[in-house]
């Protein structure tokens, strides 16, 4: 993987104000990938790739990533980022709205990293445990969300995404069957585990 590389796909993304993956979120990731065996990631939300591309550097030999996007103009230049850098490793694009795509998959994942449409983390949630590998872990990315969802915050604009992403803790953090830890890193970072019963 060309280093070289990566930082001009990370240099376009912010320039194009497409939103990606902190630097310190990634490397609390990175961190938890270094310390186990990683075959399979899902990703929900690809954007131009960048993510799913600093994920292939910690997986297993053959290991693969399944990456959902939606958006037809991200979805190519995903297509020509993973071209440039990742080629070794297979990372599968599913083209398509996570909500119609998710129900139909059946594959177990060792890591899933959820990261698109805020209003739907709680469904993502639901499809997540469904696909999570028993020792696997989920990362939600953005889960404070400019510090509006711990706070008071009630206005219009945002409400709905706040109302949703505040439902996704309380569903991760007071179900009996789950371990979460949220992380001020980042845009704020969920990350929760199965208890093992």
Known sequence: MSSI???????????????????????????????????????????????AICFTEFLE?????????????????????IKIVSDEYKINIYEGDAVDILPTLDDKYDMIFIDAAKTKYPFFLEQALRLLNNDGVIF?????????????????????AVNHLREYIKLVTEDPNLETEILDIGDGLAITKKKFQ
Request: hydrophobic letters at 30%; glycine letters at 6%; a positive charge.
């Open 5 to 51: 590389d990566l930082e001009n796909i990370k240099e376009k993304a912010l320039n194009d104000h497409v939103p990606i993956i902190m630097d310190n979120t990634l490397e609390k990731i990175q961190d938890y990938m270094k310390n186990k065996k990683i075959n399979k990631i899902l990703e929900i939300g690809t954007a131009v790739g960048y993510s």
């Open 140 to 160: 939600a990315d953005n889960i404070l969300y400019k510090g509006y969802v711990l706070s008071d915050y009630n206005k219009h604009k945002q409400r709905t």
């Open 61 to 81: 030999k053959g290991g693969r990533i399944d990456t959902i996007e939606r958006n037809e103009e991200m979805i190519k230049q995903a297509k020509e980022n």
